[in-house]
């Protein structure tokens, strides 16, 4: 048993040596055999050892090149870095560890590639349809390229693949580029070209080894088709306007452009859109007018020819032909000559009496101002203008009127229910008063109605009126009064053709149904109260008045009040008492005869019987007091026992 442990401890010392040693001293690098970094990019070479308190590390190149790095010791650790990467760091670096007499050394490989940006693609110019056209794409600055494969498509359709396998002669970065040349047709409108790159080196992210880039194909149509419509003719008088409209077909629509082709031959630009309006026409303006529809891959032109022909001149007037005037008010009559250069202008009145008003003529317009309108103004004018050889007259009426206040609404005095009524609507300052109508209304009803056809005209102002008489009812109060005027001239515009004045009615009723109560009755006692009260019907509400007949037949004025009141009465209170009801309509009385009565002696009154009783037992009282006083005085003394004894 002893001989085993021996042998088993011998072993274990020997494993543990052997472990030993092997931790002992130990180097790596990270990355571990081999990095791909893409130049002008920067990365770090990491050489660490284990094992060793105090190593020193030397770096090179597997051919002894420089290093084109920074070498940083960092205790157990190296790092060299390459910042930029270029062409000068595509080697295998070695790392060698020393540790006394120790020494370890571990290699990694450093690849460059170059693939910093997305494809270019180029056409050789504007894409039209039925052209050929060459598309170039491009990827600039890659390396290596003999790992580049490039796809040109059109949609989905593929164009052409290249691969370049042929080995390159120096390191360098190259530009490599596919090309195709295609007809567009006008399937190809909207398509996009796509160019694919890709650079097949496993080693780097899948997404760093493909680019694409895409152009929407822009395919363009060279202008055709133009056509040109003119509205509404070719053929113009002189003042006309015309409009020429112009389209045309092509992709992108095309630019279109007026001009008219000068007497030179050469074109004289008018509008930069497809719309061309001339007005005001002249003869000169005839000639050869050009619609050119143009974009970036043609352009294409219509023609016209206008014909401008001269017009006769007119002649306009205003207001118009025929023209209201207010008395009072301005108005300026215009003439004005249209197709003349230079128009000359005189006016005169159609009975050749004074214009009485002053004429400007300035230009092609002149201008007769009446103000303030009166009635020599109310003729026809004339205004004749020249022009040239020839000449045009035009007529101008001026008809007059007044018309400017509402009408006046009058009563003949306060409305009484049942009492006739007059009322009367006027309307002043009228002219012409045959032009004049008046309606009466009361409420919707129509009471009057009057038209002065039959006026005698004169050169003055009237005042129309109309009235008529009704009989009012209690009914008519609330309604309106309404009083219509109508002026019936079409001429007029700017002024009410209409007027119209209303009054509310008020209807007085006069008193009526007057009442008397007596309270408590009309024959009384004297010293009794009495209380009279009135009352009576009316609008407005009667005034009540108390008053007593006197025996010449006058009026005595007792109270204003509904209730008449009397206390005490005595027997000259009786007569003949008036209730008097009054408003702004009328009077109405109320008679009632009061009698006061004297009063009758009573003999068997309660005060006449007390004092009776009393005078009864009084005298025998007497009679006894004066017999015992007699007798007292016989005696010579009165005893009231005695008395008492004596009675018994």
Not at 374 to 380: D, I, P, Y
């Amino acid at each position: 048993m002893p001989g085993k442990m021996a042998v088993i401890f011998g072993v274990s010392n020997i494993l543990w040596m052997v472990l030993a040693a092997s931790q002992a001293f130990k180097i790596e690098i990270v990355p571990e055999s081999q990095i791909v970094a893409q130049i002008n990019a920067s990365i770090s070479l990491t050489c660490k050892t284990t094992g060793c308190e105090a190593p020193s590390f030397s770096w090179r190149t597997q051919i002894d090149s420089p290093l084109n790095g920074q070498v940083r010791p960092e205790g157990s650790m190296s790092v060299l870095t390459m910042d930029p990467v270029s062409f000068g760091n595509e080697h295998s670096y070695l790392c060698t560890a020393t540790c006394g007499a120790r020494k370890e050394e571990k290699a990694v490989e450093v690849l460059i590639y170059s693939f910093p940006r997305d494809p270019e693609i180029q056409l050789s110019g504007p894409l039209e349809v039925g052209k050929p056209v060459t598309a170039t794409c491009l990827v600039r600055d890659v390396y290596p390229f003999e790992r580049l494969e490039m796809d040109l498509l059109k949609g989905d359709h593929l164009l052409k693949n290249q691969e370049f396998l042929e080995p390159a002669e120096t390191k360098s970065l190259e530009t490599k580029g596919v090309e195709v040349t295609f007809t567009p047709t006008d399937e190809d409108i909207g398509k996009a070209l796509v160019c694919r790159a890709q650079l097949h080196i496993n080693e780097i992210d899948a997404e760093l080894r493909k680019r694409v880039a895409t152009k929407i194909l822009q395919v363009h149509i060279s202008p055709r088709n133009t056509a040109v419509s003119v509205s509404p003719s070719t053929r113009l008088q002189e003042g006309g306007s015309v409009t020429m409209t112009c389209s045309s077909e092509g992709l992108p629509a095309p630019q279109l452009t007026w001009s008219k082709v000068s007497d030179s031959g050469q074109p004289q630009l008018l509008s930069g859109n497809g719309t061309l309006t001339l007005i005001a026409m002249r003869v000169e303006d005839s000639g050869v007018y050009v619609c050119e529809g143009v974009n970036p891959v043609g352009r294409d032109r219509k023609e016209v020819e206008l014909i401008v022909q001269e017009k006769p001149f007119t002649v306009e007037i205003s207001p118009g032909p025929q023209v209201a005037a207010g008395i009072g008010d301005s108005v300026v009559l215009t003439c004005g000559a249209k197709g003349c250069e230079a128009p000359s202008f005189s006016w005169r009145t159609q009975i050749d009496s004074p214009l009485n008003g002053p004429v400007r003529s300035a230009g092609a317009t002149s201008q007769l101002t009446l103000s303030p309108v009166s009635f020599e103004h109310e003729r026809s004018y004339l205004c004749t203008v020249t022009c040239g050889r020839r000449k045009q007259e035009k007529r101008i009426k001026v008809d007059l009127y007044s018309f400017p206040r509402d009408p006046e609404i009058e009563m003949s005095g306060a409305l009484v229910d049942g009492e006739p009524a007059t009322v009367r609507c006027k309307v002043p300052e009228v002219y012409p008063l045959d032009r004049l109508r008046i309606q009466l209304l009361k409420g919707e009803r129509l009471m009057e109605s009057r038209n002065f056809l039959e006026a005698v005209e004169k050169d003055s102002l009237e005042t129309g009126s109309v009235e008529t008489t009704f009989i009012p009812t209690a009914d008519d109060t609330g309604k309106v009064l309404v009083c219509r005027a109508e002026l019936q001239i079409d001429e007029v515009e700017f002024e009410p053709k209409q007027r119209q004045s209303t009054q509310t009615l008020h209807v007085q009723i006069a008193p009526r149904n007057i009442t008397v109560s007596v309270s408590p009755s009309p024959t009384l006692e004297e010293g009794q109260s009495v209380n009279m009260t009135c009352s009576s019907d009316g609008l407005p509400a009667p005034r009540i008045q108390w008053s007593r007949q006197l025996r010449d037949g006058s009026l005595q004025f007792l109270a204003e009040n509904t209730t008449l009141t009397l206390t005490s009465t005595r027997r000259g209170d009786s007569g003949i008492y008036v209730c008097e009801g009054s408003n702004q309509a009328g009077t109405s009385r109320k008679e009632v005869e009061l009698i006061v009565q004297g009063r009758e002696r009573d003999y068997f009154s309660p005060g006449f019987l007390m004092l009776y009783c009393a005078s009864s037992l009084l005298i025998p009282a007497i009679g006894t007091i004066l017999y015992f006083a007699r007798r007292a005085n016989m005696k010579g003394s009165y005893s009231l026992v005695d008395a008492q004894k004596s009675k018994v």
